[in-house]
């Protein structure tokens, strides 16, 4: 999913730094791209769409089933024994994945890049530090960090509160995706803007 993001926006770069003849920065902007905005917008979108639903979709299951109560009835304590785990997993997922995410992306983008449109291959790897530093590449693995986190929250949270039996899992896994997507690209925006604020200094 990551390299067609990568390879559009490597695309019409080029074609305009080729205009004003500076297609040697291509690789600064690819690298900005993919690692301020796609790498995290792409891991958004699996971890929203697949982790999030299924999440909610396990634990509202669970939930109708009253195996929720009955684990508190038994003395068990549901958040910590089904809501941590399930946050913790996805935090990591989020971080792991963004950091693929951006790998898999620079790769198509330098191949797409090199062999396609002709950029110089060197100055394609040269130009990948000119705008992009270590600042944001850990702002990148905050952003996965919390869109990890939110995912997580949203999915467990639609999961234990679910009502009315089969069909309201099923409308809650479809409000888990909507709530999880907006929730994690205001989380970007913000981010975002804090980076930009960052940066600045």
């Known amino acids: 999913m990551s390299i067609p993001f990568t ?13 004003i003849g500076a297609a040697d920065l291509s690789g600064a902007g690819t690298a900005f791209g993919t690692i301020t905005q796609l790498g995290p917008v792409v ?28 684990m508190r009835v038994l003395g068990i304590d549901p958040i910590q024994r089904l809501v941590v785990p399930r946050v913790l997993a996805s935090t990591l997922v989020a971080l792991l994945l963004n950091g693929l995410v951006c790998a898999i992306g620079l790769s198509g983008g330098y191949a797409f890049s090199v062999f396609l449109q002709g950029v110089n291959p060197g100055a394609f790897i040269n130009g990948l530090t000119v705008l992009t530093g270590l600042r944001e590449l850990i702002l990148a693995e905050i952003k996965a960090l919390l869109f990890g986190v939110m995912a997580g929250l949203v999915g467990c ?21 909507v709530y999880a997507f907006i929730c994690l690209f205001v989380i970007n925006v913000v981010m975002t803007a804090i980076g930009v604020r960052i940066s600045a200094q």
Do not use: S
């Not at 891991?43 to 009955?70: M, N, S, W, Y």
């Open 7 to 19: 390879v559009l926006v490597a695309f019409t770069l080029n074609i305009l730094l080729r205009e």
């Open 43 to 70: 891991t958004v979108l699996v971890v929203a769409g697949a982790g999030a639903t299924a999440i909610c979709a396990d634990l509202g299951a669970r939930t109708i089933r009253e195996e929720i109560d009955a």
């Open 157 to 177: 949270y639609r999961g234990l509160t679910v009502k009315g039996g089969p069909k309201g899992v099923g409308n809650a896994v479809n409000e888990t995706v």
